[in-house]
């Protein structure tokens, strides 16, 4: 698909009266081209057992070409029909919390045989089926898939021949396990106990990888059933998502998705987010840093709200700067969940374009504009490339020891993993500086480090020595290494190091430290940066650093901890370290990056711009650099232009370097240089 | 029982120590005429299967008498004996949280056959023993029944059958639930899948009004029993009872009990209440309002608190506020929950009118002067005969959909069904003006509506067309509607309605809306009503009201919600229709309802006072006018008489409208008309 | 063992690489005499069914031999193998919650047999091995023994049985449990109902009392089989520990630690609290009073933090202050939990004494100078004797009463049993009252409380008829009783005694009460003690006191309320008797318990000091009185020496009566008189 794509999910399967054509028309006549269906829709596929009716997915298909619109195909294997839970009620997940009921999606054990069976046949039979259409563009694999939190009998098994293929001998798991402790020592491996009931972090931690792994499993197993039926320009994704917290926060946990986006041709994902008052495109940005990385390219923005949550009923021009943002981020498509809302059942207030009404709305009138300004402007905005020069360094394994495990310290649980990683990359976004994010379980870290000027490893709580000898090393070639507290602390397998901490890496921050605490009363003493005092609160960890060699950025304020440096900063070979021993505040984040990135030597024009007027930038396809300026606000602005002279292709005004122009409220230019 | 009944329950069998005689001697002084018995004491009238004792219910009968003491018999059925509950343990109902325990009461399936046939042999023989009794005046059927949450195999055989007979088809069944969500599509009968485990509310509340059925289907069942035996003067009641809150709050949600109220001949309910400072009479009305509905006459109070819950204990003369101001809503007895306060087991701090020392104390003091005062005073207060102006329309339907289902929009949890009820028969009752309560599910609701001048439908979320053209005639006749936010917007079947909003309404109204969110620092502009700043937040639930011929009572204060309308007044037929798009503090629902009334022509002398001065009136059997005054405040308040001339009752004094006279702290005046 | 011990819980086996000589050389280095081994090892000591390897035991024996340190043995029962699970999944104890799993210690059904077969053959083989070495200088039975919430079959069987026993016949526990009420009436043994589903709280909290007999009959029956080979010269202890609330806090509410002391030679126990701002002293001195109480004898610290908890980093000199407070409240030993941090499993960390680098680090080289200090003036400060004028009445029932029960009365659970008790502790602790405790459940109630001048007896809500005369008898010997609000309300099985409250007690106290409520607005009037506003605020509870002879010390202020004392005094034979009739603050405790001991006549010199300067004396072997001065603050502190005249023991220094030292900052002094 040459052009960009703007749609939506549509379920014909839901509407309560004859709707399609009437859809089809108000689509075309918003400039909408493609749609989503059949995912989640087996029962309506296969209504009984062996009986298969795909008249729907093909009516809707037929529909479609019919006013020129693209087709992604899902497959339905999220969501079980009530024949097949009736037939093996074991299809239905045991999970830690103890059996399940048949009633949501998502809650069947991926690894039962029965459902592997009926999975495979409703696929090969929806891909008959739908092959010989022309506008059937892609085919989704499954939706969202996770683990569900499948953990019965079955599982168990399948996670003790993972154990003896990962540690060959009980002794050697006892021994990374440390299962001597409270008599968890195991003496065969039929009598390793379930998982579920453990008190020990590693056992637990390793069984999470090892549910991460079946999705990835799960996946390309559908890979291969699709792969039979598709055409070679046809592409294969997945709907991958994120950590949720009632919207898309952080790096998806019950995921490895740089391991299962081995599954797919094209990244591609669902993003949800506060809007009003709260739309600050942070969520599109970490949203395209995870999904670029996953195939190294462009990626779908495959579900996003219209209206979404009723909480989030978007403010005049919010969806058009929601739908460009992804462009500026990277994604090469739009689509909308759902196109009409739902009139009962679960989702009946997770709203669509269109209302209950279904008749045309204020969104709706603004899904029109932007579809024209799709249609016309594809040439310069479709694959878009960026070429950053910061990255964050995440970890699912740091993920799940610092969110999933009650044995973790932070205390309360107030701060997680993926708050942490947040914070670190909303202060690079709200610099204006557009960063990657890199993964510990990419293959090749080492060469993907070694592209950057300045890399972020936020929390990197649990990892192998291979990856702390990796920083060393990027930082003695000369890269910037910001680490913070907690970094390298524990091994894969959540052992603690025994050794001078940070691990490996105290000779690189020129630093190491022994003791650390809840902060209580801390505050950050001799600031560089002209904080403010609320700014400048420690909260949830500290820790006491001792410099050896290190400059300290920052020592504590308190009348006992005050001896103890909280930030450190240590040239290392040609690079720099910089460590933070404790929880800073968002405010004293921003300044700490603003200084991090200074040092890194990364200075771009649009850093001379600050959220909430926000730059994104990249090459398109003809070579050209294209500059996105945002206004995350409703507030009017006058904005000086940063860039090299350009054409402003929504206006078709040409600009020239440091001229003013107006952003609206919640508004934006797209520039293209000469 | 041509008089006022007052007195309390009795458990002879719970006593410390011999008592009975003392007891009666004690209640007989302060003017005591009636106790309740029997209920909830099955393993003491059948110590063993099949061997029955009644003599503890026989003794308390006949030392009843020797005091000229009436005993409501109640059955036993709602707490089973343990020896039941060992031989079967299936009568315990599993419900949507699994299988329960034996323990409590009020946990049984009570659709188990052995349940009923153990039941009813304890209903007959208890019968047999009291029928001979003339100071027996009537039985209470059970004892709050509710279903208990019993969902288990056998009720969802049950649900399953009731299924059948709504929908005949499973087609029919899938197309009204909208079952092709999530591919919950159902095949065959057999198929339906355990609504315990289901994510659609379509599902989940036809289970709720499903089980609402076994409630009136039950006590149906022991009515039918209890007429073999009882004799043409006795009554049949049932303890009814309201959606609790730590306090007797709203409309009860697991009984319909406008349908339950068909096994009664009189209708009879407990109510709690807290008191001290917080002592508002709001929950006595609520309950009147409720109660004189369901067989359109007088009611029984057959529990209320004495001194109840430990922070309930009452201030001087609240307990004779109480006790009036339940008279001044049409009951004809106060009895209180219980005699004596239990020493031990579950509710030993739910005190009764005795305490603990079971001697006399300051409560029983004061409730001497009450039972002087009904003696004296019950040819003038008896059988108070109410004739009100204005209605509320409620709906167990609409209190499912808006309180009991996760998948409701309403966020947070934080305003539910009753809340909004509550807010405007509150607002009603602070402005004395009286007010009745239909149902929608009473037959009849046109005809029932007509008899308003004024009808208020709080959060009539879910409804049938036919109420909808009923309300629509209703202002087309000259009625005066107000509706609140979410009114009609889904059927019987919590099936959004697919078209305009509101639906069938939306002429009525003169406007509609497309557009709904949660408001975020939005309050009302303005002002026609002087509401304070914080009087005039809206919070919870907005919509976007269109005008279309309606004027704007209210419109929002907010940068984008601005443009649209919250509140609008429709000229409609001969009547006028208001709509309330928004959740509004009680302040300003006081103030529109105060607008509402004067727009329906509603003018009472009442009016003219406020709370926490409240005015109660009705016409007495004599066919004369009773004005109660109360006063629920710790301050003495000068009131004028608003009423034509009358006598004042308590002080056999007489009154001249305008004169002035004196209501203590939490007093009263009650004058009957001349 | 005549010296004092010092040192840390020991585990070879948690180590992640060879320690043993390295550790026992850093011990000897710090001073440190003693570890504690091998309990919860059991998967090490017996790797598989029916195979024994003790060499880890013996290599850790023979090390800390070589390094002159002693080793007191744990018996390993307290965390089972897997292969043990595995075999027999029915010792995992089900309890209210349902079945457990196998993972965490602590989980097992201490009745089951075949657990107590596997237990009793490795507690055994482990004696038969440490037996032979002289270093062993005793064995602690199992650790922290709990119930554990054990509730299945089993269980619920041999309750039945105690049921027997106690009451001989279904009638008499009938009535005793008040079983009539809803239902439950028993009509024989077999239908005695599964106490985990009552609502009747008699019941359930003879159950818990069962349940905690349960823990003295499994410590007894250890006691035997460790005795048929123990030395005369090796002590048995056990480490009992307290009510946790994240911390240490008070009274255990699963074991009857007067009972279950029956099995041991010496008290022992675990102790944990909080530290930097929140270090008080409060818990170690709570700690001493129970210990003390368990032998009439000198008692261990076996676990105590060294760093603990991440919050707890101790501040410089807080490790000092927390070793030498526990010798202050007569401790023999301070021994931390454990040496060393451990690296993964759950209690990463519950930090050591070592940090997880496992150098040298503060807390360790803090620890060298007490080590130094314990060793050199250990023959002061061993054994030290109290002779306390005051003591705390405690009781485990009335715990269970008033923490345990939902249907107890005290509003939304924030205050509970141990609040109260600590509260009325605290208070003589700040005012440098030392207090003794003893427990309602000792033999000789009378006898231990005629040793007192000054009784306080907290909360005593459940309370059998003859500790109420004892008190009553103790107050007209002279004594002088404090008792608070719910004192002697109920008898042993939690029914309210049915007459005049206080019961038996009334004419002791010159008062009585009818009524009670939740304190709203109220505060205590007619202030004797100049406390603040705040300070008179009532909250939670409060009776409404009428004297009959007794003086108002105060009463409520409040329009209704008014007219009732607060807290009255009453002389009454040759004593006098204080009642507190609601909850009233710390501050307000603080004043009326100062007011108290000045009427029960203690006055001793260490009351001219308050906290932070805390007071502990006692009397040590040679007969010299010792006088520890502690300053738990942060500010440094100018003290005057309030005894006789005597030597100051770390700095050698001689100190005369008023004459002024300094206490550093969580400094302190010793004094031995001369």
């Known amino acids: 698909m040459e052009k960009l794509l703007y749609g939506a999910a549509y379920y014909d399967e839901y509407m309560p009266k004859e709707r399609l054509e009437k859809d089809m028309?108000?689509?075309?006549?918003?400039?909408?081209?493609?749609?989503?269906?059949?995912?989640?829709?087996?029962?309506?596929?296969?209504?009984?057992?062996?009986?298969?009716?795909?008249?729907?997915?093909?009516?809707a298909i037929k529909a479609a070409a019919d006013h020129d619109i693209y087709v992604i195909v899902g497959t339905p294997t999220y969501a079980i029909p009530p024949w097949l839970a009736a037939k093996y009620p074991e299809i239905i997940a045991v999970t830690e919390d103890g059996p399940?009921?048949?009633?949501?999606?998502?809650?069947?054990?991926?690894?039962?045989?029965?459902?592997?069976?009926?999975?495979?046949?409703?696929?090969?039979?929806?891909?008959?089926?739908?092959?010989?259409?022309?506008?059937?563009?892609?085919?989704?694999?499954?939706?969202?898939?996770?683990?569900?939190?499948?953990?019965?009998?079955?599982?168990?098994?399948?996670?003790?021949?993972?154990?003896?293929?990962?540690?060959?001998?009980?002794?050697?798991?006892?021994?990374?396990?440390?299962?001597?402790?409270?008599?968890?020592r195991v003496d065969c491996w039929e009598n390793v106990p379930d998982v579920t009931g453990t008190i020990n972090g590693s056992f637990l931690a390793e069984f999470e990888k090892f549910r991460r792994g079946l999705v990835t499993e799960f996946l390309l197993w559908q890979r291969k059933i699709v792969d039979e039926y598709r055409r070679p320009d046809q592409f294969v994704t997945h709907?991958?998502?994120?950590?949720?917290?009632?919207?898309?926060?952080?790096?998806?946990?019950?995921?490895?998705?740089?391991k299962a986006a081995q599954a797919v041709t094209t990244a591609g994902c669902d993003i949800y987010h506060r809007t009003q008052d709260e739309l600050t495109g942070k969520e599109a940005s970490f949203c395209g840093a995870i999904n670029r990385s996953l195939k190294k390219d462009n990626y779908f923005i495959l579900e996003t709200e219209a209206q979404g949550h009723v909480g989030w009923t978007p403010y005049d021009g919010q969806l058009r700067l929601q739908a460009f943002s992804h462009l500026a981020n990277g994604a090469d498509s739009v689509l909308y969940w759902h196109w009409h809302s739902i009139h009962n059942s679960f989702e009946t207030y997770?709203?669509?374009?269109?209302?209950?009404?279904?008749?045309?709305?204020?969104?709706?009138?603004?899904?029109?504009?932007?579809?024209?300004?799709?249609?016309?402007?594809?040439?310069?905005?479709?694959?878009?490339?960026?070429?950053?020069?910061?990255?964050?360094?995440?970890?699912?394994?740091?993920?799940?020891?610092?969110?999933?495990?009650?044995?973790?310290?932070?205390?309360?649980?107030?701060?997680?993993?993926?708050?942490?990683?947040?914070?670190?990359?909303?202060?690079?976004?709200?610099?204006?500086?557009?960063?990657?994010?890199?993964?510990?379980?990419?293959?090749?870290?080492?060469?993907?480090?070694?592209?950057?000027?300045?890399?972020v490893a936020p929390a990197l709580y649990s990892v192998p020595e291979e990856v702390l000898r990796a920083l060393e090393q990027y930082v003695e070639n000369g890269g910037h290494l910001v680490m913070s507290y907690k970094?390298?602390?524990?091994?894969?397998?959540?052992?603690?190091?025994?050794?001078?901490?940070?691990?490996?890496?105290?000779?690189?921050?020129?630093?190491?430290?022994?003791?650390?605490?809840?902060?209580?009363?801390?505050?950050?003493?001799?600031?560089?940066?002209?904080?403010?005092?609320?700014?400048?609160d420690c909260t949830v960890w500290m820790e006491l650093l001792m410099p050896a060699g290190a400059e300290s950025l920052a020592v504590y304020e308190h009348p006992y901890w005050g001896a103890y440096s909280a930030i450190t900063k240590h040239a290392y070979g040609?690079?720099?370290?910089?460590?933070?021993?404790?929880?800073?505040?968002?405010?004293?984040?921003?300044?700490l990056m603003r200084y991090a990135v200074k040092e890194a030597g990364i200075q771009e024009p649009a850093q001379q711009a600050e959220f909430p007027v926000v730059i994104r930038s990249g090459r398109n396809q003809r070579g050209k650099q294209i500059h996105y300026y945002f206004n995350f606000s409703s507030d009017t602005r006058e904005q000086e232009y940063l860039h090299a002279d350009a054409q402003?292709?929504?206006?078709?005004r040409s600009m020239t370097t440091g001229e003013c122009f107006v952003l609206e409220p919640w508004g934006m230019a797209i520039f293209e240089e000469c």
């Open 25 to 59: 028309q108000m689509m075309q006549a918003a400039g909408m081209n493609v749609i989503r269906i059949a995912e989640s829709t087996w029962a309506s596929e296969e209504p009984e057992e062996g009986v298969f009716d795909f008249s729907h997915v093909e009516r």
């Open 100 to 184: 399940g009921k048949y009633g949501a999606r998502q809650n069947m054990d991926i690894t039962n045989p029965h459902y592997r069976f009926y999975a495979e046949r409703v696929i090969r039979k929806l891909m008959e089926t739908v092959q010989k259409y022309d506008n059937v563009v892609g085919f989704q694999l499954d939706n969202e898939t996770k683990h569900y939190h499948t953990a019965g009998k079955h599982v168990q098994e399948l996670f003790v021949r993972h154990l003896k293929q990962e540690f060959g001998t009980v002794e050697e798991m006892n021994r990374e396990f440390g299962f001597n402790y409270w008599s968890n």
């Open 239 to 258: 709907n991958f998502d994120f950590e949720w917290r009632d919207y898309s926060f952080g790096v998806q946990p019950e995921v490895d998705q740089w």
């Open 350 to 455: 997770w709203r669509g374009l269109l209302g209950h009404d279904m008749q045309e709305n204020r969104p709706y009138r603004e899904a029109m504009t932007i579809g024209a300004d799709f249609a016309r402007l594809s040439p310069s905005l479709l694959h878009l490339k960026k070429h950053n020069r910061a990255a964050i360094l995440v970890s699912n394994e740091a993920l799940t020891a610092l969110s999933r495990l009650p044995m973790f310290p932070l205390p309360g649980g107030e701060v997680l993993y993926n708050d942490v990683v947040r914070e670190y990359h909303d202060a690079l976004y709200e610099l204006n500086v557009e960063c990657d994010v890199v993964s510990v379980s990419e293959s090749g870290v080492s060469e993907l480090l070694a592209g950057y000027d300045l890399v």
């Open 487 to 536: 970094g390298g602390y524990a091994n894969e397998y959540l052992t603690v190091y025994p050794d001078t901490k940070p691990h490996i890496l105290h000779k690189c921050f020129g630093m190491r430290y022994q003791e650390y605490t809840i902060p209580q009363k801390v505050s950050l003493k001799d600031d560089l940066f002209e904080v403010s005092k609320e700014g400048r």
């Open 574 to 591: 040609k690079g720099t370290a910089i460590y933070v021993g404790c929880h800073i505040t968002p405010e004293y984040t921003k300044e």
């Open 648 to 652: 402003e292709l929504l206006s078709c």
